[in-house]
Nanobody
Framework: QVQLVESGGGLVQPGGSLRLACAAS????????MGWFRQAPGKEREFVVG????????YYADSVKGRFTISRDNAKNTGYLQMNSLKPEDTAVYYC?????????????????WGKGTLVTVSS
């Protein structure tokens, strides 16, 4: 019953932009911190960005800071990731996740719910 469904991935040229969405259902999304993670071929899954339950606090990986922006619309049970100035090294499957704990850590192993991922390919 619990679902997180990512959308918005695709092929984009370097320097381009994409907006990912994460639609949540079956749990109290508005009470959860959420985050985006990504995994490139042959690499470990890595943290990208997290946001607390209210959207008032966010935490970005150095690799995306200044280029990516996380947001959420709790009325729609949806989270977003705006990705600008995309680079080939951003190519990965992007996963949305949520953490129901009172104090978020944004560690992947602390996340309670995961989406199936959406592929982002940055290439000329």
């Amino acid at each position: 019953q619990v679902q997180l469904v990512e959308s918005g991935g695709g092929l984009v040229q370097p320097g381009g932009s994409l907006r990912l969405a994460c639609a949540a259902s079956g749990f109290a999304f508005s009470r959860c911190a959420m985050g985006w993670f990504r995994q490139a071929p042959g690499k470990e899954r890595e943290f990208v960005v997290g946001i607390n339950w209210s959207g008032g606090s966010s935490y970005y990986a150095d690799s995306v800071k200044g280029r990516f922006t996380i947001s959420r619309d709790n009325a729609k049970n949806t989270g977003y990731l705006q990705m600008n100035s995309l680079k080939p090294e951003d190519t990965a499957v992007y996963y949305c996740a949520a953490d129901s704990s009172p104090i978020p850590t944004y560690n992947d192993y602390d996340m309670d719910y995961w989406g199936k991922g959406t592929l982002v390919t940055v290439s000329s």
